[in-house]
């Protein structure tokens, strides 16, 4: 992995776009239909949409509200639905829970959904064609992918395990690509961030692509057909690109 420049995250006019909300506690970029729109979660649980045309952020507009007061939220949108994935802050049970979007793309009421047994904190979620992927991110317990198809677009009837992740790592951030999942992992001992591509084909694998030891802040993950970028939020104005050809 390749360090290359330092970028900003959004320029002026996207900054003029969002800036009248408080801080972020979670957000993500639905693709469908060949629009895109940035969901951001604010940190008093008001979820806002801002389409994006033409690689400009547009000004948001309130959708909802989350399901519940939590830390660490995970965000995932399809076209029918947004999915939660958080742990409350009063009894830290790990809940999913699912909301309707409507033709006016506001988000209905919230519905609990099951979860699959081995999750007891917090993790990832996230959409990919109609299923639902859903990785346990805890540090004590080796990490786990797990799948569900949705159905109607909304509910799921049962998990299947697709694969453990490595001891001693907890996963920040994902990204799929075809039948591939990039998982960007913490080192619990060392805190570097590993980087691993899963094959979630008819015979699932692993491979380990690499690690990088100087990320410092909140990870996010790009992936295109031949290059995937790492995102480090970092302590310093900006974000700073990490790059490897695929």
């Keep these: 992995l390749n360090k290359g420049e330092e970028t900003h995250t959004c320029g002026e006019d996207n900054k003029k776009a969002i800036q009248e909300k408080p801080h972020s506690k979670g957000m993500t970029v639905a693709t469908f239909q060949g629009t895109q729109a940035l969901y951001v979660l604010d940190e008093r649980g008001r979820i806002y949409r801002s389409a994006i045309q033409y690689g400009r952020i547009q000004p948001a507009r309130r959708v909802g509200s989350a399901p519940i007061h939590c830390d660490n939220p995970c965000l995932a949108v399809?076209?029918?639905?947004?999915f939660f994935l958080a742990n409350t802050l009063d009894t830290s049970a790990v809940r999913l829970s699912a909301s309707p979007l409507g033709s006016d793309g506001l988000s209905g009421r919230w519905r609990a959904l099951p979860l699959p047994r081995q999750?007891?904190?917090p993790g990832l979620v996230w959409i990919s064609q109609d299923r639902l992927f859903?990785?346990?991110?805890?540090s004590q317990v080796p990490a786990a992918i797990y799948t569900a198809k949705l159905e109607n677009g909304l509910s799921i009837r049962s998990w299947e395990?697709?694969?453990d992740l490595p001891p001693g790592i907890r996963p920040v951030a994902t990204a799929t690509l075809g039948d591939r999942c990039f998982v960007a992992a913490r080192?619990?001992?060392?805190g570097s961030i590993e980087i691993l591509a899963v094959s979630m084909g008819r015979v699932p694998g692993m491979s380990r692509l690499g690690r990088v030891d100087d990320v410092r802040g909140d990870v996010s993950i790009l992936?295109?057909?031949d290059r995937l970028i790492l995102l480090d939020g970092g302590d310093r104005p900006g974000r700073v690109d990490l790059e490897r050809r695929l």
Excluded at 78 to 82: C, Y
Excluded at 187 to 190: E, K, Y
């Design 78 to 82: 399809s076209e029918k639905a947004i």
């Design 119 to 121: 999750i007891h904190a």
């Design 134 to 138: 859903i990785c346990s991110a805890s």
């Design 161 to 163: 395990h697709i694969i």
């Design 187 to 190: 080192s619990s001992q060392t």
């Design 223 to 225: 992936v295109s057909p």
